[in-house]
């Protein structure tokens, strides 16, 4: 039942802006919860008990004057309030132990990816749609967050996104009504539907400003075949007719003038103010108030894919600094994000557009700096470094940055730990980076292989990196609280030969595992002009795998430390969707033959499961023993080894069927 607490709504919060309280002023200057009640449906959680869910939209107000906000595009032209201030309104939602004693004193933040919560996927093992309701038992999936007594928030920060459909999250900020300018869009429909629809970031301004050309692959030329035509069904739908000669994987590129831009950079501030004022504000409107202080003193910042971009791009731009000079993560934990930050603090910004194999590897997404350290750019002459504004305000969190093994294939990861030359580069000391090798960008918990996706040419990697993330984290908790060093990180590396050029990187004698040395290159574009112009590249490199084809450094769970299969972090397209390219966000699973026969007679050199497990139980054993060295090194958790042995007992652990 939906309940609007006004009661709950501190008086300071309703009066006039300027009678607002130094404590709120120029950050969050109003905080409306709209439902408060518990959560799945009373679940308790061990020593923790019950989780109560807050619902709430929470209103920031900006100086454009303020040298912390001047670093938002277009927020000085954005329409202002009484006080000159420009005012956006982010939906929130928290999750917290219902009695605030038993909280473990973090807040636990994840931005939203594309408005949705997918950190109960990753750590709770939590299913879809529960994991973004919370409202059944179920919902809460294994319950590894709550059981941690972690208070969890999720902040819109998205402006060009709606908030209306169910459990969506997003940010409305100011438009710029009546101003215009070009965007640039590019689509992979995967599909031989004629004509197809897909939907523009901003509103055309002007149809007869409309154009749309096609080729085969990013090397070759845009052509406008006869047979090539789009129009515009509404001011954000395009219907593109398809030329002959081009399948499913052919890419369109969609230039128009776009209308009515939002200084999308307000959504880094959303982050940095609610943060700051939910961990900070000791008024009545601060949710989190228990007695006479907040019940969370510490924040971790979390982010998967696009939302772990916005993370990077957070802290480069200076917002792990809040209006005080305060820091406002102690630890920050991006999630596949590669060396990738967002095209999104700039005019009509596409926070929602990342380049992929088959597309423009020169996208705006993909630019220096790439790694945490300060270096200098032999391309653009700068000095740059994700950590250089936090490290000026002494506000640099401890950053966690763990990718699955497909980063370092399609999100130039490599990056991370080498300079603009290739040569080896040690990362700053308060940041890790890890590898969790043999696992594709992101896979449901309960994922298995398959090959239903007509558009992969291998069936479809289902590892979940859930069991690391959750020791990785407990290590980050450690770390900001107690002062306790994580395991030192484990990636490929140049210095130590398993980051190496991709040719040769993978054995290409493996039936069934075409390898082609396909990965995507970092290429500096000059995205003004159309079509853009490259003006160079920087050396990416690839992890070097042993004779199975499995990731020699990494993170290594159990199912790949003991293997059935070769796993990658890469799948190229099927012929008739783009041959010649990867698939995006996929990785491949090609099982080991079952015995020494069935090896020889496919001509496969590697051992078969007979030959390297005795019997059923040495299998379990050999689990057994590799999940003990992953808990000693703190690279897993007591329970997901148990979680692991029994899988292995059940022959599940490989995930090689349902």
């Known amino acids: 039942m939906r309940r609007i607490a006004t009661a709950a709504i501190a008086t300071a919060c309703l009066l006039p802006t300027s009678f607002v309280p130094a404590s709120l002023r120029a950050e969050v200057i109003r905080f409306e919860v709209l439902e408060r009640m518990p959560a799945f449906v009373g679940r308790s959680f061990g020593a923790v008990g019950g989780y109560e869910r807050i619902t709430a939209k929470a209103t920031i107000a900006l100086d454009p004057k303020d040298d912390r906000n001047a670093v938002i595009v277009d927020l000085a032209q954005a329409p202002r309030d009484a006080g000159g201030r420009v005012e956006a309104t982010a939906d929130v939602v928290i999750l917290r132990p219902a009695d605030p004693s038993h909280a473990n004193g973090t807040l636990f933040v994840e931005a939203p990816n594309r408005g949705r919560k997918l950190a109960p996927q990753l750590f709770d093992d939590s299913p879809q749609p529960g994991a973004t309701r919370a409202e059944t038992p179920d919902d809460a999936g294994i319950g590894f967050l709550h059981r941690q007594g972690y208070t969890m928030v999720w902040i819109g920060w998205q402006g060009d996104i709606p908030s209306k459909l169910p459990g969506s999250m997003a940010m409305t900020a100011p438009v710029l009504k009546g101003v215009t300018g070009p965007a640039r869009e590019e689509v992979v429909f995967d599909n031989t539907t004629n004509p197809a629809r897909t939907t523009l970031t901003w509103p055309a301004a002007d149809p007869a400003n409309l154009n749309v050309t096609v080729r085969a692959a990013w090397a070759d030329p845009w052509q406008t075949p006869p047979g090539l035509a789009a129009r515009l069904v509404d001011p954000v739908t395009v219907e593109i007719t398809r030329p002959e000669g081009f399948d499913a994987g052919a890419i369109y590129e969609i230039t128009y003038a776009a209308r009515d831009p939002v200084p999308l950079g307000m959504g880094f501030a959303a982050v940095r103010d609610i943060t700051s004022f939910l961990r900070r504000d000791t008024t009545s409107a601060n949710p989190l108030l228990n007695g006479l202080h907040p019940s969370v003193s510490r924040a971790i910042g979390f982010g998967i894919s696009q939302s772990g971009r916005f993370l990077r791009d957070f802290l480069y731009l200076g917002f792990n600094e809040d209006e005080h000079g305060r820091m406002v993560f102690d630890g920050l934990m991006p999630h596949i994000a590669g060396t990738r930050r967002m095209a999104t ?300 042995v029994e899988a292995a007992r059940k022959g599940t652990l490989a995930k090689l069927a349902p």
């Open 345 to 644: 603090n700039m005019r009509f910004g596409q926070p929602g557009r990342v380049p992929r194999h088959p597309q423009d590897p020169g996208w705006m997404a993909d630019q220096f700096p790439f790694t945490y350290a300060t270096l200098s750019d032999p391309l653009s002459g700068r000095t740059d470094g994700l950590l250089r504004r936090c490290a000026l305000s002494s506000t640099c969190p401890k950053v966690m940055q763990t990718d699955t093994e497909l980063e370092w294939w399609s999100s130039h990861a490599s990056l991370l730990v080498t300079d603009l030359a290739g040569d080896h580069l040690d990362l700053p000391d308060n940041v890790r980076a890890y590898m969790i090798a043999g696992t594709p960008h992101f896979a449901e918990p309960s994922d298995h292989m398959r090959s239903d996706n007509k558009a992969l040419a291998l069936p479809q990697n289902p590892m979940h990196a859930g069991a690391p993330l959750r020791a990785l984290l407990t290590d980050l908790q450690s770390w900001i609280s107690d002062g306790v060093p994580p395991p030192s990180s484990r990636v490929p590396m140049r210095s130590q030969g398993t980051l190496v050029a991709a040719e040769g990187a993978v054995p290409t004698n493996i039936p069934g595992l075409p390898y082609r040395a396909q990965y995507l290159p970092d290429v500096v574009s000059d995205q003004s002009v159309l079509p853009p112009r490259e003006i160079g590249r920087y050396p990416v490199f690839v992890p070097k795998t042993d004779d199975d084809g499995l990731a020699i450094a990494g993170v290594h769970m159990p199912a790949i430390a003991v293997p059935r299969a070769t796993y990658t972090g890469w799948n190229p397209r099927a012929p008739g969707y783009g041959a010649g390219a990867l698939y995006p966000l996929q990785g491949a699973v090609v099982p080991f033959a079952p015995t020494e026969a069935a090896r020889k007679d496919a001509n496969d050199p590697r051992p078969s499961i007979e030959a390297r497990y005795a019997n059923d139980e040495g299998y379990v054993a050999a689990v057994g023993r590799e999940s003990a060295r992953a808990v000693a090194e703190r690279l897993l958790l007591p329970e997901d080894a148990e979680r692991s």
